[in-house]
């Protein structure tokens, strides 16, 4: 064993400048919100934000990379949550050590980089000895590598073919997807040693912990077409990957990736927060010189508390769908596993401090955002205390109407999954009366959202299906709606021609254009292309990497590739888009003085006729605030200040006070735009941005928010209108307010008084006519006692009101009730062509009959819905012929009872 120590801080720091020494660009860890990526759920290996490069969709100005990545396995096709705190190496959260080429090096020099960083005393000097390589079983080429180049010995190099049931599904096979880039794969593995069980890969023991894989080298060589076919990628590719936490393990001289030093402070910090006591597991460690072995519901805590700090860090807000469902998850199974060690009142928030001071200088987001990440984890502690208040109140409510011992595996997993109920919890409350839980049954429903997850989590891209074109489209849109372009590629139907004619629908991708690619919000231009043979009508414009992919119609004649168009867009259309995408920004940088600068970006959409702008918000916007953000909005306008844009290094960007918007990609130079007035030094607001956009604030004309309202938990969306467009939605609520003051007979500065004196007078009438029911109700109920009679020796009153809503039905039932005392009353409300129906019993018949039943028999004889309490229940149905019969044969079902 190697007697070198590091931590995983120098560990990082040392892959990333090792692989910068050899040629490799340092980038930055990604979101774990994946970037325009809707096939996956969260960023799960280092090579997610770098996929349209080994798709060739979008090139970079480097050919090789390296990163430390932040990934969460923890819902859709990867998901290690049931499993962490209970092994030595699952977590929701860690980090990916990875390098990359892209058509760069390949094999050899993968396999070299990888054994030199590992084996170099200069780097992490770990014996030889230790080291194990597993191949793909055809791939002779990286067997040969490892065995000839590096030294390693034959019987250190293990072959492993297709097992996983079919070609090419295997351990050391890779692929992205169905179809796409895929190839075989190098992992190495390291020996902790004769004392830990298990056995080599491919052997019965595999499953052990004694031999861990460290790196994965994967060596995209292929494009899997959806007939299943490999054919030779022209530049193969790299992708590989090395878990922090692992190797961490493996220097720090520990079998568990909890004993790293990393997890032993966050493990000590949540062992303080929750008050456990550990003197006794303390002492152990000390007396055998080893880290603390802590139990597992407090790894839960401190795994957990990484992954839900890290999301929220990157706008993922606690919610009952998606991202935020998973990550909602996360939150309360660690509050439950801190409730099972003793914790009392909220303390998950706490974790965030002692998480900052050991990953913060890494990822400094954590302690910038701070104050909103214990905000809304506190929130959702305290939320779940109610949950489980009304889970309770569910079980309570089930456990009145279970027949038998029994708690059904349904109920259990409806607890579980909706309120988050914990089901060691039910299963004690079970023991409490004496009943158990269908374990079994509840074990189907979690195996069936297991497979939704993973359903949901899967890539659907054919990636052989996206136009791939080679080389980049000039872009000189900024200053010009209208330029020469000559035709580079055609695409009809995927493919590829040289001509196309009128009536063709066709992809076209000029050498220049000046027509705007969708991007960042902003939709494509639309526009006409035209030369002497042909006329092309373009109804949108897209990117694909470096091109841009205009889509339209051949209008007139034909189009062939290598000919030049004169390319002209929509100049009013892009007039009114660039008025909206202007004011988005001064929005944003509104919405921030007037909300907090907890603000941020979560989509938005720039079209000409509107502009939508969703952003991070935890409470509705007041219509006050909205108004003061509306006035900062057009004071900006008036001002009619210039619009100016640059191109600077991302420092330099950064230094200028840049706003980088969330789940957007930057390049080494980017372009930044400042716009408004001048406050201490800064533009009103100043964000890197790519699009198209007014020359002064003042073009904007006039800025009008139209509707606000939430999206998703913590998401807000306003939507607003400018130009022309804000004076119609302003004209346009002039002649409403003049329609009404003209219906109330009132003047401009009575409308709210008069409004405001009409809603009383129709509130005091609606009370007169309640009260009149009412007094009609004991009327009818006195004349339905006439109806009374005894079934099954129940006085019982079944009977049919016209004209009757809901409503009115319970009002009835009230008056009737108070009169018979004792009995079984069903009453019928036909209103238009619609039937209410109300049913009661009193409670010393329910242990017979009981109201639910009733209404769920009429109910469904007639074709409607209902249910309710054994004393109390109502429905609905359709008013349909059959509904006379019905009623009358009522009283013969009710006997039988």
Partial sequence: MSTRFMTSAEIREAFLRYFESQGHTRVASSSLVPANDPTLLFTNAGMNQFKDCFLGLEKRDYLRATSSQKCVRAGGKHNDLDNVGYTARHHTFFEMLGNFSFGDYFKRDAIKFAWEFLTSEAWLGLPQDKLYATVYHTDDEAFDIWHKEIGLDASRIIRIGDNKGVKYASDNFWAMGDTGPCGPCSEIFFDHGEHIWGGLPGSPEEDGDRFIEIWNNVFMQFNRTADGVLHELPAPAVDTGMGLERISAVLQHVNSNYEIDLFQNLLKSAAEIIQLDTTEIDATAQLNNKPVDYPASLKVVADHARSCCFLIADGVNPSNEGRGYVLRRIIRRAVRHGNKLGATGSFFYKMLQPLIAVMGEAYPELAAQQSRIEKLLLKEEEQFAKTLEQGLKLLEGELTQLKGKVIPGATVFKLYDTYGFPTDLTADIARERDLSIDEAGFEVEMAAQRQRARDAGKFAIDYNSIVNVEGETQFNGYDATQGQGQIVAIYKDGEQVTEVFEGDEALIVLNQTPFYAESGGQIGDTGLFKNETGIFEVQDTKKSGGAFVHQGIVTMGSLKATQSVEATVQADIRAATARNHSATHLLHAALRQVLGTHVQQKGSLVASDIL???????????????????????????????????????ESAQEKGAMMLFGEKYGDEVRVLSMGSIIEEKNFSIELCGGIHVQRTGDIGLFKITSEGGVAAGIRRIEAVTGRNAVDVVQKTEADIQQINALLKAQNHQTVEKVAATLEHSHQLQKQIEQLNQKLANLQATELLSQVQSIAGRSTLITTMQGMDAKSLRNL?????????????????????????????????TGNIKAGDIIKHLANELGGKGGGKPDLAQGGAPLTDNFASVMASLTTWLEAK
């Fill in 612 to 650: 939508r702008f969703d952003f991070a918000n935890d409470q509705p916007v007041t219509f006050e605030q909205l108004q003061q953000v509306e006035r900062l909005v057009n004071r900006e306008v008036i001002a009619n200040s210039a619009v100016s844009t640059e191109l600077l290094d991302i």
């Fill in 813 to 845: 039932h009230d008056g009737v009730k108070s009169k018979l005392g004792n009995a079984v009353i069903v009453l019928a409300g036909i209103e238009d062509d619609k039937v209410s129906l109300l049913a009661s019993v009193a409670k010393e018949f």
